[in-house]
């Protein structure tokens, strides 16, 4: 079984309403983008980047309602972090950009993750029980990503998603 990192670096996540395609460059996804391939994340963690001031952020994962089309790779990384993993077939998708950028589900918030992007963390680990999956290449299960939703100011923020693909 292939595990994976997929990490973005200095994203400015413009607060985004739900079921509202998302700008570029404010959101990381990602997506199982197969039939038969299921995503299980283990971990969500983000970090502010706020240059000067305390600076509330609001962030959400959620499922997408709206998938991505043709998602690029640009300002994300995805790197097996099992050295000797073998990728499947179908690898998986991590962006911050798409021909058609996704759109977040107004009903499927799966975790809230405020904090001060002045320097602030946030991290959530699954409990041996609670993972969240991503699965088929349909939406809403297809796809999760991770977004300002009400903010102040636009966190800047790094962070990761750690996850396997079954």
């Known amino acids: ?16 309403a739900d079921t509202t395609t998302f700008g570029n460059s404010v959101f990381c996804a990602i997506g199982s983008n197969a039939a038969t391939a ?7 963690y983000i970090g502010g980047e706020a240059a000067s001031a305390s600076t509330p952020a609001t962030i959400v994962v959620a499922r997408d309602s709206t998938n991505g089309a043709t998602p690029s790779a640009t300002g994300v990384r995805t790197a097996l972090t099992t050295a000797m993993g073998l990728a499947p077939t179908t690898a998986p998708t991590g962006f911050t950009q798409a021909t058609t950028n996704p759109q977040r589900s107004a009903t ?15 991290r959530w680990v699954a409990s041996p029980d609670q993972f969240l999956t991503v699965a ?3 939406a809403p299960n297809s796809e999760i990503s991770i977004s300002a939703i009400t903010a102040a100011t636009a966190p800047v923020t790094s962070g990761h998603f750690l996850y396997e693909i079954l």
Not at 38 to 44: C, Q, W
Not at 108 to 122: E, K, P, Q, R
């Open 136 to 138: 088929t290449a349909t």
């Open 1 to 16: 079984m292939a595990k994976y990192s997929t990490s973005w670096t200095s994203l400015t996540m413009t607060a985004t």
């Open 108 to 122: 499927a918030h799966l975790l809230h993750l405020s904090f001060n992007a002045y320097g602030g963390i946030v």
């Open 38 to 44: 299921m995503g299980v994340v283990s971990e969500v």
